[in-house]
């Protein structure tokens, strides 16, 4: 989503921080809302489902677009090397 919100950025014309930073909502906060997702916050208490950046800051993670450092889903760390093997074989061992 991080490539969509960067190209939109492109294709839009929204270059400026606070478009940059709306763009950034709309393919996270915005996009849960509107598949009415529950609880799409960070507090203790919610579920831990989240994907976390290198990047100090939105306008860098848009401009890197590098991939995610972690990604918790249902608050376990997803061990990304073994869902890479899992993608490029279709082995699950």
Sequence with gaps: ML??????????????NREI???YEMVTVNAARA????????RIGAP??????QAPNVLEALREHAAPAHVISNGKLVDIAKM?????TGEMN
């Design 3 to 16: 490539e969509v919100a960067f190209l939109a950025s492109h294709l839009l014309w929204m270059t400026t």
């Design 21 to 23: 930073e709306t763009l």
């Design 35 to 42: 598949m009415n997702v529950q609880e799409h916050e960070l």
């Design 48 to 53: 831990a489902n989240l994907v976390v950046l």
């Design 84 to 88: 890479k093997m899992i993608a490029e």
